[in-house]
């Protein structure tokens, strides 16, 4: 409740319906109480944070190399932040509140850098054998461009990666899983970076690959 010091045209102090009264330095002043925020939890609001949480749980195991891959979108937010925002936005499918990744939409890498051509991963023995053509001098891909590589097994929430795997020119690398994988389904996606690291090239998705 508010009180008025000096009569019914004086100041005053406290709250008075949506309004507050005070003084500083001898001077009455009166300021509005804050809007009420609407409800955090409206139908909308839940959605879409149900969408950001399927999201997170991607990319929460890549996130170093998200952090290279997402590296030419992170002048005004974080390299995570922007592969959230590409994910959030074409690579969540299904129905609230069952949401679930679209592998196949995903990228885990985004930019200018020619991608790769005709790329294919076969696994063999704890590993998984990577092959692409080589385009290089084609648009802007040279044969000196890296290949990243990366292995999502969505079973233990784990990833397996390289951002360094092989040339554009030499058209194959390896890359080696853990031993209890065995048996396991994963998500492969292949990238290629500059050598200097300023060009980044949008990712392919391989498929999905059982170990053996």
């Not at 409740?1 to 009569?7: E, F």
């Not at 005053?12 to 609407?38: A, D, E, N, Q």
């Given at each position: 409740?508010?009180?008025?010091?000096?009569?019914i045209?004086?100041?005053?102090?406290?709250?008075?319906?949506?309004?507050?009264?005070?003084?500083?330095?001898?001077?009455?002043?009166?300021?509005?109480?804050?809007?009420?925020?609407?409800?955090?939890?409206?139908?909308?609001?839940?959605?879409?944070?149900?969408?950001?949480?399927?999201?997170?749980?991607?990319?929460?195991?890549?996130?170093?190399?998200?952090?290279?891959?997402?590296?030419?979108?992170?002048?005004?937010?974080?390299?995570?932040?922007?592969?959230?925002?590409y994910?959030?936005?074409?690579?969540?499918?299904?129905?609230?509140?069952?949401?679930?990744?679209?592998?196949?939409?995903?990228?885990?890498?985004?930019?200018?850098?020619?991608?790769?051509?005709?790329?294919?991963?076969?696994?063999?023995?704890?590993?998984?054998?990577?092959?692409?053509?080589?385009?290089?001098?084609?648009?802007?891909?040279?044969?000196?461009?890296?290949?990243?590589?990366?292995?999502?097994?969505g079973?233990?929430?784990?990833?397996?990666?390289?951002?360094?795997?092989?040339?554009?020119?030499?058209?194959?690398?390896?890359?080696?899983?853990?031993?209890?994988?065995?048996?396991?389904?994963?998500?492969?996606?292949?990238?290629?970076?500059?050598?200097?690291?300023?060009?980044?090239?949008?990712?392919v998705?391989?498929?999905?690959?059982?170990?053996?």
């Open positions: 409740m508010g009180t008025i010091k000096q009569g045209l004086g100041g005053f102090s406290g709250k008075v319906g949506t309004v507050v009264g005070g003084t500083w330095k001898g001077i009455h002043y009166m300021r509005s109480l804050p809007t009420s925020v609407r409800n955090p939890r409206t139908e909308a609001q839940v959605m879409q944070r149900t969408k950001f949480m399927v999201t997170i749980d991607f990319l929460k195991p890549i996130t170093p190399f998200i952090r290279v891959g997402f590296k030419n979108y992170a002048s005004r937010q974080t390299a995570f932040n922007a592969a959230m925002s994910n959030v936005k074409n690579a969540v499918t299904g129905v609230f509140p069952d949401y679930e990744m679209d592998y196949s939409n995903i990228l885990v890498s985004r930019g200018s850098l020619l991608p790769a051509e005709n790329a294919d991963a076969v696994a063999a023995e704890r590993s998984l054998n990577f092959t692409w053509s080589d385009n290089s001098g084609v648009s802007n891909a040279t044969e000196t461009d890296q290949a990243m590589a990366l292995v999502y097994n079973t233990k929430g784990e990833s397996v990666f390289s951002t360094t795997t092989g040339g554009r020119s030499s058209g194959s690398a390896t890359l080696n899983v853990p031993e209890n994988w065995i048996g396991d389904t994963v998500e492969v996606y292949l990238g290629f970076i500059s050598e200097n690291g300023s060009l980044v090239a949008n990712s998705y391989l498929g999905q690959k059982t170990i053996v």
